[in-house]
């Protein structure tokens, strides 16, 4: 395929993340409205399907927020490249914002200047990941800046493993209403500091689904909270909870969390 055919399926794969939720997170909302009991949450609930439902018929995003580009590249070590990658990723982003269209998000971070295009030092921001064979992936992740905003992260002792749990059902408490709950939680543990939120980051990109036993514990601790939809309130504060791991060093014990929130979107296009 030449580059602009590669743009071209990355404009599509940019619109269809924006316009429609993967089918995992959409069954997570389903099931979140049929277990919660607070009224003024399942109402907020509704409307959600609600907006999930038109943004399909009438093709326009899910959310105003169109968020921050975020690419993740699984590139074959067998692989060939025909083309520049990083420069199709960021041409399809140029013409995603006209197109889809999405708002422009990019600024410089403190003259506050604003790209139009949502490009800049630094945007799209890529992340490559060596893999067997000769694929490349590339999976589209738009990151709004209400859950973004609400991430933590900290350096525990060795010794304070029992802390994990606390550390992320306190960031989540923090949070409250202001990541549009109800959320996707994204937690990493171990590696270093950046790798760490790295783990917390790609963890969101996981599936809604089955959970092992310390994603269930938290879980069931951040729905003991009461945030509820919106933060009004009710059974139901995370969607679902994915955990990744990476081994550390002896002296440390990074944790992080990265929240989603309901709207947790997502788009891959495979080459």
């Given amino acids: 395929m030449d580059f602009d ?3 071209e399926k990355l404009v599509e794969t940019i619109r269809r993340a924006q316009l429609s939720l993967p089918d995992d997170v959409k069954a997570a909302i389903v ?5 919660e ?7 907020c609930l509704e409307a959600i399907l609600r907006n999930i439902e038109l943004a399909e018929q009438m093709g326009v ?6 968020g921050l580009p975020i690419f993740f590249v699984e590139l074959g070590r067998e692989r ?3 083309i520049d990658v990083e420069r199709a990723i960021v041409e399809a982003v140029r013409r995603a914002t006209l197109d889809v ?11 506050r200047e604003n790209a139009r295009d949502n490009t800049g030092t630094g945007m799209p921001e890529i992340k490559y990941h060596l893999t067997e064979g000769d694929g490349l992936r590339i999976t589209y992740m738009p990151k709004g800046a209400g859950s973004e905003n609400m991430s933590c992260a900290t350096m525990l002792k060795p010794s304070e493993v029992d802390n994990v749990e606390r550390f992320v059902v306190e960031c ?3 949070a409250g209403g202001l990541p549009c709950p109800p959320v996707v939680v994204g937690v990493g543990v171990g590696g270093s500091f950046d790798g760490c939120a790295l783990l917390a980051k790609r963890a969101l990109l996981e599936p809604i689904g089955t959970m092992d036993e310390l994603e269930h514990s938290l879980y069931r601790k951040i729905n003991a909270l009461g945030i509820g939809a919106m933060g009004l309130g009710g059974d ?6 994915r955990v990744m791991y990476a081994h550390c060093h002896t002296a440390s014990l990074p944790v992080a969390v990265n929240i989603g929130c309901w709207a947790n979107r997502r788009g891959t296009l495979e080459l």
Wanted: charged fraction near 15%; proline fraction near 11%.
């Fill in 236 to 241: 139901i504060t995370a969607l679902g909870v």
């Fill in 101 to 111: 269209p999405l708002r422009p998000n990019t600024v410089h971070p403190l003259t």
């Fill in 37 to 43: 009991s607070h009224e003024p949450a399942k109402m």
């Fill in 31 to 35: 099931r979140a409205h049929a277990a």
């Fill in 61 to 66: 995003p899910i959310c105003q927020d169109t």
């Fill in 5 to 7: 055919g590669v743009v």
């Fill in 80 to 82: 060939v490249l025909e």
């Fill in 172 to 174: 989540v408490h923090r």
